[in-house]
């Protein structure tokens, strides 16, 4: 489990998957970003009691690094997180306030 966060590593039949538990999610932003290459796969959605979510992924792997807007990061890094970002918001669709993000890079 990652610390102060509600996410756990889990097994289905085959892969390795992670399992969050928010208040908020788009899963729309969601499956936009993995139409485009920018996100893990989506295998499951809840609504739970008590205006709780619970997302299930796959795992993203350790070729997957933290970006922060506010850091200095790898090269190469900060360019496609923006055309996804500036994507998202063309489609009408919003990711969530904040300033770090998991992408695929060098690190």
Known sequence: MAPSKLLF????ANDQVCVKFVRSYSMGAHQWCGEMGFA??????????????MVVMDKLGDEYKA????????????????????????????????????????G
């Open 67 to 106: 970006f922060d807007f506010l850091q200095n990061n790898p090269p190469g890094m900060r360019e496609p997180l923006e055309k996804c970002l500036i994507g998202l918001h063309q489609a009408g669709l919003r990711a969530r306030r904040r300033t770090r993000y998991k992408c695929y890079g060098q």
């Open 9 to 12: 590593d889990a097994q289905d």
């Open 40 to 53: 893990p796969q989506l295998r499951g959605f809840e609504r739970l009691p008590g205006g709780w979510f």
